[in-house]
């Protein structure tokens, strides 16, 4: 990403993250494709990469990607909405090369060591073997020490300079961001009280704090992108922090089903957490209407309106809004009742909800953002939808909504041969997973991963050429 229009070194730094996220970003399609082969074909890579390594790595890189990707959006916005320059940018940049850093390290450990002694080595410099929270202790130190720098550098910058709502909203977030990390990170030997603070960190750190993150970036993104309102998208946005620390919270009760807590967190988690997704697609419809009113007007100097000024931003804010509802409320909600769950729970079914969701709610969105950071570091006025983007969009949604359709599908043969009809025994389980229906659906799962990443590839393709197509309006 060239930064030869860049005038602000918060947005300099920006680029810098969405670049190493979009690295990232291909390394989880990857081994999310060596897992998905594995899957079908049990002996590919046998004792070169197990299936537990792709997968690790196939999630860590998820969430790492996402995390540079966030860090990214904020740097680019902040300059925008205070009106200056960040405060501790060096230290910001200094940041940026040790979590790098750390990162190829723990990858490299991942791919190259795999498996330690199984004593407190292991914990510390190989894998804590917590799911989805694998990093080991010491990058689990360097994680927390990174985010409390970047904290630091938007409450500087936040409190110095002009204070809006969404900076206000960012502000108390990334302090719950940091905050629910640490959840993760301490030992105990009782596995209920273990699974408990775990899910504080996987449901709370992702459907909380993330999801007010992704409000914050939206309200931003529609007011940059169309000029709306900022009172409207504010008020959405308060909303949504309400509601979101509300029911998140509470939401976060459906967990608790298999863990030994009080009954009367089923009903509580099952309900709250579909409320989650409903104040942000409000946003973006109320945005949309109030938008859809001005077209064909003109401002005082003569400029139409209603131009959006970077269509394949536009184009995944949009799909944020729809993939947010559909994949963290729809499809999170309908195996999350618990007398549902009690068939559901460790099937495809949580899988299915798990890629839908992450790309629904977070993916779309920093992709937008990477958009934006193309079109500002490139001094692009009007940047319009070229054939790249159109077939990124369409083969990288296509891709995940089949697998999507494909896990949902195995998930109700595992529910309905291994649970239903035999009883979930050991037996059962593996009649579930040898059935017609259940191999075909991972087939397709295979299939349309690959049509995922064909799409990433076309993504990379639209990023690296845009500063130089003509068809761009300067």
Request: hydrophobic fraction near 55%; charged fraction near 10%; glycine fraction near 10%.
């Amino acid at each position: 990403m060239a930064n030869n229009h860049l005038t602000s070194e918060s947005k300099q730094l920006a680029t810098w993250y969405f670049t190493f996220a979009a690295i990232l970003f291909g390394a989880q399609l990857l081994f999310g494709l060596v897992a998905a082969i594995q899957y079908v074909m049990p002996g590919f890579l046998f004792e070169i990469i197990d299936f537990s390594i792709a997968r690790i790595l196939h999630i860590n890189a998820l969430v790492v990607w996402m995390v540079f990707a966030m860090f990214g959006s904020v740097y680019w916005l902040l300059p925008d909405e205070t009106g200056i320059e960040t405060v501790g940018i060096k230290i910001g940049k200094l940041l940026f090369w040790i979590f790098a850093a750390a990162i190829v390290v723990v990858v490299l450990v991942y791919l190259l060591v795999q498996v330690g002694p199984a004593d407190e080595t292991t914990i510390w410099f190989i894998t804590e073997g917590r799911e989805y929270i694998e990093a080991p202790r010491w990058a689990d130190f360097g994680i927390v020490v990174v985010a409390l720098g970047f904290v630091g550098n938007l409450f500087l910058t936040g409190m110095k300079g002009k204070q809006t709502g969404i900076v206000t909203v960012l502000m108390a977030d990334m302090i719950a961001f940091s905050g629910l990390y640490l959840a993760g990170m301490f030992f105990t030997d009782n596995i209920s009280v273990d699974q408990y603070w775990w899910w504080w960190v996987i449901h709370l750190w992702v459907e909380a704090t993330w999801e007010v993150f992704v409000g914050a970036i939206a309200a931003y993104g529609l007011i940059t992108m169309l000029g709306a309102h900022r009172k409207t998208v504010e008020m959405w946005l308060w909303i949504e922090v309400s509601m979101l620390f509300g029911s998140g919270i509470l939401g976060m009760g459906h967990h608790y089903f298999w863990i030994g807590t009080p009954e009367y967190w089923w009903e509580i988690g099952a309900l709250f957490s579909a409320l989650e997704p409903l104040p942000l697609v409000a946003m973006f419809i109320h945005v949309l209407y109030d938008w859809g009113k001005t077209q064909g007007e003109q401002n005082a100097q003569g400029k139409d309106v209603s131009v959006i000024n970077n269509k394949p931003a536009f184009t995944w804010f949009v799909l944020n809004a729809f993939g947010n509802f559909l994949g963290a409320g729809i499809w999170g909600f309908f195996h999350t009742l618990p007398q549902v769950n009690l068939y559901t729970h460790g099937t495809q079914f949580t899988s299915a909800h798990g890629h839908l969701a992450f790309f629904g709610a977070y993916a779309t969105i920093l992709i937008g953002m990477m958009y934006m950071g193309i079109q500002g570091s490139n001094g692009i006025k009007v940047m319009k939808n070229t054939k790249a983007s159109i077939w990124a969009v369409s083969l990288i949604t296509s891709g995940v909504v089949g697998m999507t359709v494909s896990l949902t599908i195995a998930g109700y043969v595992q529910v309905l041969v291994s649970r239903a009809q035999m009883g979930a025994t050991w037996a059962a389980y593996f009649d579930g997973q040898s059935g017609m229906w259940f191999t075909q659906a991972m087939d397709w799962r295979l299939f349309m991963g690959a049509v995922t990443f064909a799409g990433f590839l076309f993504l990379i393709k639209d990023f690296l050429s845009t500063g130089k197509d003509a068809q761009h309006e300067h």
